[in-house]
């Protein structure tokens, strides 16, 4: 299956950074995240957008009676370019969040479309079309009582995902469906975590899952911004929350610069029209936010992803280091 030609990206090159990325999709193709797992060594990766097999503007696409197959696809991202994008599953609306949203899709390295690992997340009418899914069989992750879920990032070999409801936060989740999610930072009541971002500060000795440091994106109405928690050996605390004044946002991707030590990090904010691809250093709580593109009218970014986009000249340099870099960003009509 093949997606609709506008879903051709758009290059473009911001001050300081070899390439940006802006992934262009048809809301009913790809809802509400993109996702992204990059291979370090050869400057190559994949993006996962998960959505809905339908016409362009199709009302209520997520409904019953519109009966569209949830669907993931994906596309290849090899220095410079991002290519080859295509469906790689779909499942049946009545099996897959049922009268619902699919919000968001993950999965893994294989350039085997057919065995790749490959995990969603959204919320369904009933709780058994709902929550953490492995895509390919359609099997719900073990979850207890979170099904309306958000996203699914693979972070350092590990599976996690958001959660605005039931214990709301950050779970590590089992991708052999096996143990059932649990909480890896509980963000507390009356909060709305979308899309994170983890790192180990190696100045810190003490991590959890490999990770001391995370960045939460969040909409809710009292605590929006990206918030920033640590990690101290025993317990998650907030540090601070970035943001702009009365900003909401959803998508986010971020790198860590070695040499600094500081994080630079990219986020879609969440106004319904208009909205905006975002970039900020972590120099402290008042560092300051740059615009880097706004969506045209009639589309919204959603999800933002990083992968490698090595120079030739630099790629040993990089083997090592993070350096060069590519952001997808989803954009949804």
């Not at 019953?64 to 696809?73: D, E, F, I, P």
């Not at 080859?84 to 919000?103: D, E, G, K, L, S």
């Not at 991590?207 to 995370?214: D, H, K, L, Q």
């Amino acid at each position: 299956m093949t997606p609709p030609a506008d879903q051709a990206p758009d290059q473009w090159q911001p001050p300081g950074e070899p390439f940006l990325y802006l992934f262009v999709e048809d809301v009913d193709r790809a809802h509400a995240d993109l996702a992204a797992k990059g291979l370090p060594y050869v400057g190559t990766g994949y993006a996962y957008s998960a959505g809905y097999d339908a016409p362009n503007v199709t009302a209520n696409v997520n409904s019953s009676g519109t009966n569209a197959n949830r669907s993931v696809g994906r596309v290849d991202v090899a220095f410079e370019s991002v290519t080859n994008a295509r469906v790689i599953q779909t499942q049946p609306q009545a099996a897959a969040y049922n009268n619902n949203n699919i919000r968001g899709a993950n999965g893994g390295d294989s350039s085997d479309d057919l065995t790749v690992a490959l995990f969603t997340a959204g919320t369904g009418s009933t709780g058994a079309t709902a929550g953490w899914r492995d895509f390919r069989t359609n099997t719900q992750l073990p979850s207890g009582t979170l099904t309306n879920v958000r996203t699914v990032e693979a972070l350092g070999g590990r599976l996690f995902g958001s959660t605005g409801s039931g214990t709301i936060g950050i779970y590590l989740l089992d991708p052999l469906g096996v143990n059932p999610a649990s909480l890896y930072i509980g963000t507390g009541s009356g909060r709305s975590p979308y899309e994170f971002a983890l790192f180990n500060d190696t100045t810190n000795p003490a991590v959890s899952e490999g990770f001391n440091v995370a960045y939460i994106a969040d909409d809710s109405t009292n605590y929006r911004g990206i918030q920033k928690w640590t990690f101290d050996g025993s317990a998650w605390t907030q540090a601070y929350t970035l943001g702009e004044a009365g900003v909401a946002y959803r998508g986010l991707a971020g790198q860590l610069d070695p040499l600094t030590g500081l994080v630079t990090l990219f986020a879609t904010t969440g106004e319904t029209s208009g909205n905006r691809l975002v970039q900020v250093t972590d120099t402290g709580p008042s560092a300051s936010f740059t615009t880097l593109a706004t969506a045209p009218s009639g589309y919204i970014f959603r999800g933002a992803a990083l992968a490698p986009v090595p120079e030739p000249g630099t790629l040993a340099l990089l083997l090592g280091a993070a350096g060069a870099i590519g952001v997808l960003v989803f954009r949804r009509k």
